[in-house]
């Protein structure tokens, strides 16, 4: 696997925007659509990740549809790893593993395919975002569910106030700007 190294001077939270009620009333969404408009941005959220991925010796990235698979392909080509997308039931082709969990605002199903992971295989589990830490938690009872074993947990974004961490216990979790307050 290469080093790579963040570059310095790149306010990643001011490529964050908060979009009001949207899914729903009452949730402010955190879009990352200016971080990914601006190259110096989207290429220091990728290194800035793939620093904790190298540091992790993971052998894979999985990654929930469909912002996570954003930033988690380009960290796992930048480390050398291979990436599993882990996707909303029913849109992979071969013999899947399927997990559901429970949203902020609702219930929903992540597969990836069965024989995508292996035991032994250290894995990085990566979101746009974590907020309650449901999503993150069904990533994780999927990779351990195949064998293998959660290297740590990487995300974009964190709303602390929801304090996703504790649903993550005992992994690790690196999160790249963190929201204490709503």
Known sequence: MSRVTA???????????????????????KDVTPLLLDPAALEHAVALIADY????????VVAAEARGFILG???????GAGFIPARKPGKLPAETS???YVLEYGVDALEMH???????????????LLATGGTARALCDLVEGAGAEVAGCAFAIELGFLDGRARLRPYDVHSLVTYDAE
Do not use: M
Not at 73 to 79: C, D, E, I, L, S
Not at 120 to 128: F, I, P, S
């Open 7 to 29: 570059s310095a001077g790149v306010d990643l939270r001011a490529f964050i925007r908060d979009i009001p009620d949207f899914p729903q009333a009452g949730i402010v969404f």
């Open 53 to 60: 991925a190298a540091a992790r010796r993971v052998d894979y």
């Open 73 to 79: 392909g380009a960290v796992a080509a930048r480390v």
């Open 98 to 100: 399927s997990v559901e």
């Open 114 to 128: 069965r024989d995508a992971l292996a035991g032994g295989a250290r894995v990085l589990v990566h979101d746009d």
